[in-house]
């Protein structure tokens, strides 16, 4: 079992940049790869970026690719995710998610554990 709290969301002005974190709980943390997906009202949810349970691989989604970073802290299991240059496309929740793939793909139904969400807004 693992828990997830997002944080680290609010309202920005477009070219900002914001730093969300992931703070997990539970055993074995260090083993599950870990992702970030976010949703608009109304649209799918989108995938964003992941990173391995050793934090040596990470993807990134085509579409934010160069102005987002994903990195984590396996000791203080903590995830964070970096968005530089926010655009007002990029309003959304955001959700961290817990994967037993190691090395977690892009789709979200490998992702067992989800946290509650951060809301970024991105204004104009």
């Known amino acids: 079992q693992v828990q997830l709290v997002e944080s680290g969301g609010g309202l920005v002005q477009a070219g900002d940049s914001l730093t969300l974190s992931c703070s997990a709980s539970?055993?074995?943390?260090?083993?599950?790869?870990m992702g970030w997906f976010r949703q608009a009202p109304g649209q799918e949810r989108e995938f964003v970026a992941s990173?391995?349970?050793?934090?040596?691989?990470?993807v990134y989604t085509d579409s934010m690719k160069g102005r987002v970073t994903v990195s984590r802290d396996n000791a203080k299991k903590t995830v964070l995710l970096r968005i530089d240059n926010l655009k007002p496309e990029d309003t959304a929740t955001y959700y961290c998610?817990?994967?037993?793939?190691?090395?977690?793909?892009?789709?979200?139904?490998?992702?067992?554990?989800w946290g509650q969400g951060t809301q970024v807004t991105v204004s104009t």
């Open positions: 998610a817990a994967s037993a793939v190691r090395n977690p793909p892009k789709t979200y139904r490998h992702y067992a554990y």
């Open positions: 539970g055993r074995f943390v260090d083993i599950y790869g």
């Open positions: 990173v391995s349970a050793s934090g040596t691989n990470t």
